[in-house]
């Protein structure tokens, strides 16, 4: 039998557009048959792929609902000659919550079976439990006097989640192989944790898997995809490339997956790379899916800017990118002609727009309430709000979106400005530490310079006061970026960071990440890498005193 995986990239919400995209991936089918090896005996697409996920609160709207019920009674009746396994929302008629998460079977024509999911996850960036009730039982299906049992996602993780579920769905399924679709979101970890749960249920049950999951990028969360199939002995003989869309054929033979002959076996691996691709298709996705054409960035010659302007040109093409250098009397020469060379390299529009006479402005307009006062945090920020200010002057007047700039390290201990270059539509790095800013720069540059090794080997600098070093009011970035991940990421106590770090530089930065909570509550969203990114995944009080 030839089973066929669609790693779809939906747009959550968007039930009709879906639709349309999956109706013209099963109208493709026919001329992909030569290389497919033949006609598949089912085409498999991911977890709530008509209507995208996570899709949030939009769940109540009944709308999307009917647009749903509609969309799966059109596939089945327009391609009654594919038996089609696809994931939707369902109305649940009985007494719980309005909806399952289900996988619908279409078969000669209509709706043939549904599966609904068991286990609902309701930690980190999930919510499920919102919106669904848990399904009662593990379905399965005949295809070809083969018997298939079916998970949604979640359904898999029972044994990596000890203690949170009572009832484990895939234990000892009676079953000749296990399909599970999914929307299985991108962290740096992740694909070890997935390859651990396929480990563990392949020993259980000594069943083949074929995981289909969702790839792209929907607001915060990017889907790597990693569409695979592994085999009862638990090796992983084919899979689908990670980020982008793409089809992944499958052969079952006397019960057990195999690649097709044109396939290689499929090899896991986790680089930089990923992050890289990841964070590509984020800032596209944020684009294409909202309908917006065009980005602009503040170029300052420092790291972080430098890597958001490589990632920007990358996604959108280097004409959609405008970048502004907006030197004050404390920029140095070098972090002009250091941005310079990075948009020419790049080939993006820039423009310079100095704010020495704005700022000396603004200073003589505070001068009565501020006089015999001296320089301080006021006049760095001020500067910091003028530059926001006119990024953002030019996203009015010319239509674009401003990308924000700021990273992990700097949002957590609150070093950067409100309404200055906390700034933009979209975080794109603010989930990487400043030490993996610099690791993912030298990735970048492994094969040709494109960021000027000038502004890889400076020391950072905010440069909004003369000779001003980031290190002036943080610890090294070594020091800070562990304790920060230690923290944040593994929940390491105070207590234990002390047996590994100074005291009283574990305590200023503990201080300085709960102080500064109400800031990032008003940054932009951030595309997620990490288990724990600011933003949906992490829940925080505002207001209180963070426990450490």
Known sequence: MLFLGVQFNPTVGDVVGNARRIAATLQSIPQWEELLGGTPDLIIFPELALCGYPPLDWLEHPSLLADCEEALEGLAREFPEYPILIGAPERNTGPGKPLFNSAFLLRNGGIEKTFRKQLLPTYDVFDEARYFEPGKETGAFVLNDYSFSVAICEDLWFDQQPGLYSIDPLYHVPTDGIICISASPYSKNHEEERQQIFQKTIQKNQKPILYINQVGANTELLFDGRSRAINKHGEMVVGADAFQSSLLPVV??????????????????????????????????????????????????????????????????????????????????????????LAKKLGINHETIPIKGTFDALRQACEPAFKGMGFNVAEENMQSRIRGTILMA?????????????????????????????????????????????????????????????????????????????????????????????????????????????PEVVKKVLDLVSRNEYKRYQAPPILRISGKAFGIGRRVPLVGQMPR
């Open 252 to 341: 079952f033979e006397d019960g057990d997956f195999y690649g097709t002959e044109e396939q290689i076996p499929y090899e896991s691996h986790q680089t930089m790379e990923d992050i890289y691709q990841g964070l590509i298709m984020g800032i596209q996705d944020f684009f294409h899916k909202n309908k917006f054409h065009k980005a602009i960035l503040g170029l300052s010659g420092g790291i972080d800017s430098a890597l958001v302007a490589v990632l920007a040109a990358k996604a959108l093409g280097p004409e959609k990118v405008l970048a502004l250098l907006m030197p004050s009397e404390f920029s140095s020469d070098h972090s002009i002609t250091d941005s310079l060379e």
């Open 394 to 502: 030019y996203t009015n007047k010319f239509g674009y979106i401003l990308l924000n700039t700021s990273n992990k390290s700097e949002l957590a201990v609150g070093y950067g400005t409100l309404y200055g270059d906390m700034n933009g539509g979209l975080g794109v790095i603010g989930d990487l530490t400043k030490t993996q800013v610099f690791g993912l720069c030298k990735y970048i540059n492994q094969k040709e310079e494109i960021i000027p090794n000038a502004i890889l080997t400076k020391e950072p600098s905010a440069e909004l006061r003369p000779d001003q070093k980031d290190s002036d009011s943080l610890p090294p970035y070594e020091i800070l970026d562990s304790i920060l991940e230690a923290h944040l990421e593994y929940r390491i106590t105070e207590t234990e960071l002390n047996d590994r770090f100074d």
